[in-house]
């Protein structure tokens, strides 16, 4: 295993279609989960939830998806068909559900962050066991009709499709932002 900063410093997403099997064991999908669960939460209301997509599931509900897309957009190319097909191409993936709603002391907003938070405490995890994963939205995350093939309440929203699998190849990183771009001292 990593050290944690060696892990934090290198870390980056693989494109979920690089995502191959072996996908995690129920075990370890077991410490993702928990891992993902322990975020800040201001008044512990555990604003969020997860869908676990995995097995066959993937597919059926990738080619479901796929039907839905095909019969609101007939015109709709099939890449763009295809990559909702292909919607489950990698070995697992965690649907995190935000619950954010109204609330006498907790705006929804602090809620919508835990749920992000959730995302990419997941993400950290997937990587610490050795996988990889990409935190992805997309068509399926905002559609009506997706959403409810899914299994989303109305007052819910996907905070992120988290792909989950073993790497098929190294990846490049990306830029990243510079430290002087995004940090400002108050009063200097
Ligand atoms: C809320 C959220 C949704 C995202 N949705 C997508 C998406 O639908 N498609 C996509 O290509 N990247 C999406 N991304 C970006 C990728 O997850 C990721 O930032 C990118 O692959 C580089 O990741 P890295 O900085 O972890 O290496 C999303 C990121 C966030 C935070």
């Known amino acids: 295993m990593l050290d944690a900063i060696e892990l934090l ?3 980056r997403s693989v494109p979920a279609n690089a995502l191959a099997e072996p996908a995690p064991s129920a075990e370890e999908l077991d410490t993702m989960l928990t891992i993902a669960a322990r975020v800040p939460d201001h008044g512990k209301l555990a604003p969020w939830r997860f869908i676990v ?19 609101s957009d007939p015109e709709a190319p099939a890449g763009k068909v ?11 993936i965690v649907a995190v559900v935000s619950r954010a ?3 006498v002391k907790i705006p929804e907003w602090e809620q919508e962050l835990s749920a992000g938070a959730v995302c990419m405490n997941l993400s ?8 990889g994963a990409q935190w992805l939205t997309g068509w399926a995350a905002y559609d009506p009709k997706a959403r409810e093939v ?6 819910e929203r ?4 988290i792909h989950i699998g073993t790497p098929t190849e190294r990846w490049t990183d990306r830029p ?9 001292r108050w009063g200097a």
């Open 82 to 92: 295809e990559a909702v097909a292909n919607f489950c191409g990698s070995a697992l």
């Open 101 to 103: 709603g109204p609330h």
């Open 150 to 155: 899914i299994g989303l309440q109305q007052n």
């Open 53 to 71: 997509i995995e097995g066959p599931a993937r597919a059926e509900l990738g080619g479901r998806l796929a039907e839905l897309m095909k019969a």
């Open 158 to 161: 996907i905070a992120g499709f």
């Open 176 to 184: 990243r932002p510079e430290l002087s771009e995004v940090v400002t």
């Open 9 to 11: 410093k290198s870390r």
């Open 124 to 131: 950290i995890a997937v990587n610490a066991l050795g996988y």
